[in-house]
């Protein structure tokens, strides 16, 4: 019996992270741009870099120590670990006073370890404090997206919300369908073709956003059958941008939906209510539910 191949995975341009999803084969990574390699960094890569980085900055002082560890005041005679600490207390500029540098050559080696202290601070502080300070998106998406009827008019359907306890202002809303494409010299494509929105623009995005692509004759979805959305690798994809009002700077989001994320006749569960005291709410845990039509 003849195995079948195993089915490959829907490549997704943009990942669920709100990231891209592609690998850069050959590229290599562009070491002349350190500033923006450290922006992108995760919070537990940049603080693993940055503590490696430091125990290797002290590793190498010390063994410029340890070459004359007699010029250093009250060390240990053989001692490595006295000369990795002595490099901390020069690198800080703690200088606790029971260690000294005695020799001229240990008195150049801090000079100079003492420089680079000093610039190494005030670098990655201002690296720090841009990451914090970075006006970043807190938007949330649905995870599937519904087609179902709307005002008599199939529909694609999806939720965005603001998580943060403020407002977006000026937010726009962009949707393309990309999908695989054939041209006529037989070369296979991805192309883009943008989708047009009932609403494209909300002025103020406080609570949830329901984006609504009607499906006419006009749209690129029109005609297209489940299977079809499948074999094309069709991926949906999103993009918000917006003025946060806390920080008056642009920001940006984005998001994507496949075959396996859609919805087919069905509609979102509603979320928007009321609180006992008569101020509007939103019940985030019912954000991605969704009903079959006539349930």
């Known amino acids: 019996m003849n195995e079948q191949p195993a089915k490959r995975p829907i490549a997704r341009l ?20 350190p500033y923006h390699w450290l922006l992108q960094l995760t919070w537990p890569r940049f603080f693993l870099m940055l503590a490696a980085l430091y125990l290797a900055v002290n590793f190498i002082f010390a063994g410029l120590y340890f070459v004359d560890l007699r010029g250093i005041g009250n060390a240990r005679p053989g001692s490595f670990g006295d000369a990795f600490f002595f490099s901390v207390e020069t690198l800080a500029t703690i200088g606790y006073g029971m260690m000294y540098p005695q020799s001229f050559y240990a008195n150049a080696v801090m000079t100079l370890e003492a420089l680079f202290g000093m610039m190494s601070v005030a ?3 201002g690296i720090v404090f841009a990451r914090f300070s970075r006006p970043t998106a807190r938007v949330l998406f649905s995870s599937v997206a519904v087609i179902g009827p709307y005002e008599g008019i199939p529909t694609l359907m999806f939720r965005a919300a603001n998580r943060r306890h403020n407002q977006i202002l ?12 054939t041209t006529v010299e037989g070369r296979l494509m991805r192309r883009f073709h943008d989708l047009k929105l009932a609403r494209g623009r909300n002025p103020v995005f406080a609570l949830t956003w329901t984006v609504l692509h009607p499906i006419d004759e006009a749209s690129p979805l029109f005609g297209r059958s489940p299977q079809e959305i499948a074999a094309g690798e069709i ?3 999103v993009t918000l941008t917006g003025i946060d009002e806390t920080f008056a700077q642009p920001i940006h989001a984005r998001h994507s939906f496949v075959a396996e994320d859609l919805r087919w006749n069905a509609r979102f569960v509603d ?8 101020r509007r709410a939103v019940d985030f845990r019912r954000f991605d539910e969704v009903l079959p039509l006539g349930d």
């Not at 000026?170 to 494409?181: F, L, P, T």
């Not at 979320?271 to 008569?278: A, C, K, S, V």
């Open 14 to 33: 943009v990942a669920r992270s709100g990231g891209d999803d592609v690998v850069r084969i050959g590229a290599g990574r562009d070491w002349r741009d």
């Open 123 to 125: 670098v990655f502080a």
């Open 170 to 181: 000026e937010a726009q809303i962009s949707v393309a369908m990309v999908q695989n494409e």
């Open 235 to 237: 991926e949906i994809v």
């Open 271 to 278: 979320i928007l209510g009321w609180t006992d005291d008569g």
